[in-house]
């Protein structure tokens, strides 16, 4: 064996996981749509065409139409971008501010009270409520559910960095580099957030389920992207209005947001049984 | 336990202030001038200078925050601009419908999930559990508001069993209420039955393999007996803990099936005060809703005690 393989052991135990392959594999297929949107799409997703409104899926209308006559199918394929941009957004924002916020909190037993009592203040709101509240301040709009998300689920992730480095810095290879006068900063990065990353994947993998849903929840609830944007949330909500009519204006985006949130999650539990198996679910 | 409770309530104090101060800060979050975006474009500047005093907000900031503690202190959440009368008032007018919700979902919920768990448990790596596990997999990942928009489609329209929509007091007419509360509470309770299911199952597996379970298996008692008596009881604290927290997520969920299935409660009223930018109901229904989480988590922390006589709280 070579010298290098221990370290890419881990890889090849994730690529090994049925969950990952499956999930990873659903996530390609909506990442692809996103990305060659314009392409695949059969009409202009924007353009009104009452005549044809409620059509049901044909031909020329893959998804059929819905009441204002736009294409469901060309609707659902760009809403990809935007539950995309939200849930990977939001992904970054909570692992930068959860790996701040924990790093701080973990090493600096002042802080720490102070930061923890925010934490747990912010996370005594129901997580939707909270993101509906920051939305109707900040009023509609991608940045801002992209802000308010982060608010809402940055704190999860901060509780869980906290709690890693509180293991860590305990280890002896860390009171080691202490000893050697190495300086705070310095231990974070070499040797405390190198044992973050598998927790950060697992948790931002599931974060990212979660504001691809909440960014729908919103969305469907009209106090998020605003209506003329193409999103799986506010196509969802158009179709409740003619769900006697037209079942497939909001059957369709659903599907797409179920697939994500599914491939999000087998993701997310392959990494936790492979990153971390003392979490494993028996 | 006195001493214990006393602990714990205590500890709720700073929690409760961050929340305060959270729901405080949201007016400040409004990019531009406040009260210029309540009143709309068409306020005079005087209505907008009244509007300011009559809501301190010209003055300091740490004024304006101990005058909005010393307020929620009185249980003054301030008046609703659209509503016209107290927040508070709106509040209880409105909380009915949601803990209504709130509680069959629940029930729906454990009712669904905790049987599904320890049926798993007890038949591991069989098809039951497979099956049963598959089906926790999908009540995560299904968004629940879209899960109800289908049952509205199949139940209601096409099948015509149920009403597609609206509410009833229960204490006004329960076979009428029971009704209108079938769909919203099994759409809502599926989805949170799937996480009881996941962690029923795992406490179970673990219970199973302690050895009192060998021994009752020894002395020759029945599955049944040792699944239900000797494994489930000892299953059961991490299992009210993910119950307590599926409250305070269903609470979340409440207000987007009232939406959905045209509920009047706690979460139509924050949908239409957002959109009217009434923010003192959108304060106070957060406030309230935050709130009552941290109280269930509280009655789940002394619950255990109960369950638990091994736990003991020095």
Known sequence: MSEAAPRHAWLRRVAANRSVVVGLGILAVVVCAALVAERISTHNPRRLDPPNRLQSPSAEHYLGTDEFGRDVWSLVVHGSRVSLLVGLTTMLLTSLGGVVIGLGAGYYRRLDLLLMRVMDGLMAFPAILLAIALMAARGPGVWNVIFALSVVYTPRTAMLIRSTVLVIRETDYVQAARALGRRDLGIA????????????????????????????????????????????????????????????????????LTLSGLSLNLLGDGLRDTLDPRLRVP | MTPYLLRRVLALVPVLAVVVTVVFLLIHLIPGDPVGVMLGPDATPAQVQATRQA????????????????????????????????????????????????????????????????????????????????????????????????????????????????????????????RYMVLPAVSLGFSQSALIARISRSCMLEALQQDYVRTARAKGLSQGAVTWIHAFRNALVPVVTVIGITTAILIGGAVVTEIVFNIPGLGRLIISAVLRRDYPVVQGVILVTATAYVLINLAVDILYVFIDPRIRYE
């Open chain 1, 189 to 256: 990065f070499r040797h405390i957030l190198p044992n973050c990353v598998g927790p950060l994947l697992v948790q931002g993998s599931f974060i990212f389920a979660y504001a691809i849903l909440a960014e729908a929840i919103l969305g469907f609830l009209g106090v998020g992207v605003p209506p003329s944007v193409p999103s799986w949330g506010n196509v969802i909500a158009s179709g409740k209005n003619v769900i006697r009519e037209a079942f497939w204006v909001s059957l369709f985006p659903g599907v797409a």
């Open chain 2, 55 to 178: 809501l301190g907000l010209d003055r300091p900031l740490h004024e304006q925050l101990l005058k909005f503690y010393s307020r929620v202190l009185r249980g003054d959440l301030g008046q609703s601009y659209f509503l016209d009368r107290p927040v508070t008032t709106a509040l209880l007018e409105r909380a009915e419908p949601t803990l209504v919700l709130t509680l069959a979902s629940l029930l729906v919920a454990i009712a669904i999930g905790v049987p599904s768990g320890i049926v798993a448990a007890a038949h591991r790596g069989s098809a039951w559990d497979r099956l049963l596990m598959l089906g926790a997999l999908l009540g995560v990942c299904v968004p629940g508001f879209w899960l109800s928009l289908n049952f509205i489609y199949l139940f209601a329209v096409r099948l015509g069993w149920l009403p597609a929509a609206g509410y009833t007091s229960i204490f006004a007419d329960p076979v009428a209420a029971l």
